[in-house]
């Protein structure tokens, strides 16, 4: 065979090819699907925080807050009803998505993008047009369905489409637009606040139209991955995009081992059951606790509650517009750092790097905010004293934006072999909306309660989730996906849990003796 495959250091090997515009575009394209939960995520706490709306839908929280500035500040936006307005979305998506991956892999990526699109654009008319707190709450309800469809097929789309020497990076596009959408969702919030007339919020829900029509068109020219065109029988089709996107004839290597992948994956019948198998006891770990420790470290009470937060704080009708440079510029430039670091560096430094940072700051924010607030939530912050909580909000923001904000979708999806990636895959986007809804429902009471110690029971949290990345998860930077096994099989815990059977079908691929013969 031309060419042939080096072997780094996994013991798995690097293909021929580049990085061709082709794959670039398509990838760029795909990753437009990380907008519509990135629009959601910031549009959601905005609203949430404009009077017109409370007073239309919530209207106790609205007398409630009225009433605040004598009251507690802590406890003055608990109310079940308006958390469930927030969190209705995510518990959507997580059913959706086990919908979801049965679609990826029968149908493929692409049309799991289009149909996520095409729902998504149907909730966001229905909220747009709200008349009462049922059509707000279905519209939530097709936006989760969206969101569950999108999030399940991108990032495996992406990483299945990548080179491996750069897979890192364009993964990454999706988690760069879901903060860029965060961002343009913060900001139309802030304008639309200033509307007079009262239906600014009506704007915003239904501004969720654009990024939804743009994946929505977007999937109808994308081709589909290489491995799901293989593995739906379609030999000749995958070995001609393998070549277009890779930009040379010699794909022999990666073409045949994409192969022996999708040959095992026919053998396996039920994808579910699967899973539960000993030899996969790995990255069914990884696919629960990777996505359970993201919502964990606390981000999402800064992306939907950062207006209501900073309101709390007392920067009043600055909140908004605060909150969108916190959380809205930070977020994105801090992610493009880890675009462009995380197949030199790999995931582990970053993962190691951001939780510490991010540990650090939400003790310093828990104790400054202690220091004013005390116990009884009564207080004002001055100005001075107010900038420095920023500070350190941004601090953290930007840790989590180059470590578990992207890494938390990459690794879990170049991490399962063809068989159960999508199975795979839907537990994590379950696992992740799950907890995102616990946060989004639990939030509001948990800060009336534990006050400013939420901040340092998140900070514990992270120190465990740190610890377990430095012990359980191996590098999986320029390895290519369907050799992921490799990787697994020399780690010093996980190797026990796979015979050598379990990595005959890399191994016996062409080449792939453990001398380097490029
Ligand atoms: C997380 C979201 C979070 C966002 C912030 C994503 O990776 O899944 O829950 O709101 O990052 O940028």
Known sequence: MAGGAIVNTAG??????????????????????????????????????????????????????????????????????????????????????????????????????????????????????????????????????GVGFANQ????????????????????????????GILAAELINYGTNKIKAGYGWRISLALAAVPAGIITLGALFLPDTPNSLLERGHPEE????????????????????????????????????????????????????????????????????????????????DASLMSAVITGLVNVFATLVSVFTVDRLGRRKLFLQGGAQMIVCQVVVGTLIAVKFGTSGIGDIPKGYAAVVVVFICAYVAGFAWSWGPLGWLVPSE??????????????????MLFTFVIAQAFLTMLCHLKFGLFYFFAGWVVIMTVF??????????????????????????????????TRHVQMAPSSNKTADA
């Open 238 to 317: 995958a070995r001609r995009m393998l070549r277009r996107i890779r930009g040379t004839d010699d794909i022999g290597e990666e073409y045949a081992d994409i192969s022996a992948a999708s040959e095992e994956a026919k053998t396996v019948r039920h994808p579910w059951r699967n899973i539960l198998q000993r030899r996969y006891r790995a990255q069914l770990t990884m696919a629960i606790a990777i996505p359970f420790f993201q919502q964990l470290t606390g981000i999402n009470v800064i992306m939907f509650y950062a207006p209501v937060l900073f309101d709390t704080l007392g920067f009043k009708s």
């Open 153 to 180: 097929s991108v990032p495996v789309y992406l990483s299945e489409m990548a080179p491996a020497k750069l897979r890192g990076m364009l993964n990454i596009g999706f988690q760069l637009m879901i903060t860029i």
């Open 12 to 145: 798995a090997k690097d293909y021929p090819g580049k990085l061709t515009l082709f794959v670039f575009f398509t990838c760029v394209v795909a990753a437009t699907g990380g907008l519509i939960f990135g629009y959601d995520i910031g549009i959601s706490g905005g609203v949430t925080s404009m009077d017109p709306f409370l007073e239309k839908f919530f209207p106790e929280v609205f007398r409630k807050k009225q009433m605040a500035d004598k009251n507690n500040q802590y406890c003055k936006y608990d109310n079940q009803l308006l958390q469930t307005f927030t969190s209705s979305l995510y518990l959507a998506a997580l059913v959706a998505s086990f919908f979801a991956a049965t679609v990826t892999r029968v149908a493929g990526r692409k049309w799991s993008m289009f149909g996520g699109g095409l729902t998504f654009l149907v909730g966001a008319a229905l909220n747009g047009a709200a008349k009462n707190v049922a059509m707000l709450i279905i519209g939530r309800i097709l936006l989760g369905v």
């Open 415 to 432: 991490i399962f072999p063809l068989e159960i990636r999508p199975a795979g895959q839907s537990i994590n986007v379950s696992v992740n």
């Open 469 to 502: 990345i430095a012990l359980f998860l191996p590098e999986t930077k320029n390895v290519p996906i369907e050799e992921m096994v490799l990787v697994w099989k020399s780690h010093w815990f996980w190797g026990k849990f796979l015979g050598d059977e379990d």
